[in-house]
């Protein structure tokens, strides 16, 4: 089994999980993106999203964006798909979850008041 294929396997099976693919990459979306596989010749550029910086390896880089942090992890072969990197997915899932239905709710709000501000 391919190192994408195992991630695959796993990440696709989780709630409304849609997959799609640019020239350039594969992205894993609930709403929003909250994993790019990008394909290099040699290994798979795997970038997640956290709520805190990931130092240690196998997280090469960890960069602040906006209030979130991107990280990335390459992979090789299949055999360097571990759990703990499911883990890190998973919570890249769950933050871009409640970061989503958070922006959701302040809309909403948002549109309540207009709405208010309209009838009175």
Not at 8 to 13: F, G, I, Q, T
Not at 35 to 59: C, N, Q, T
Not at 61 to 85: Q, Y
Not at 97 to 113: F, G, P, Q, T, Y
Request: some cysteine; aromatic content about 10%; overall charge positive.
């Amino acid at each position: 089994m391919l190192a994408f294929d195992k991630i695959l396997a796993e990440v696709a099976d989780w709630e409304k999980v849609l997959v799609g693919v640019t020239p350039n990459c594969i992205v894993f979306t609930r709403r929003v993106g909250f994993l790019i596989i990008r394909p290099m010749k040699k290994w798979l550029d795997i970038k997640f999203y956290s709520a805190g910086p990931h130092p240690e390896k196998p997280v090469i880089k960890s960069k602040a964006v906006g209030n979130k942090f991107e990280n990335h992890i390459r992979v090789d072969t299949a055999d360097d798909i571990r759990p703990g990197l499911f883990v890190y997915i998973r919570q890249s899932y769950e933050l871009m979850r409640r970061k989503r239905s958070n922006s959701d709710i302040v809309h909403l709000n948002e549109a309540e008041r207009s709405g208010e501000d309209q009838s009175s």
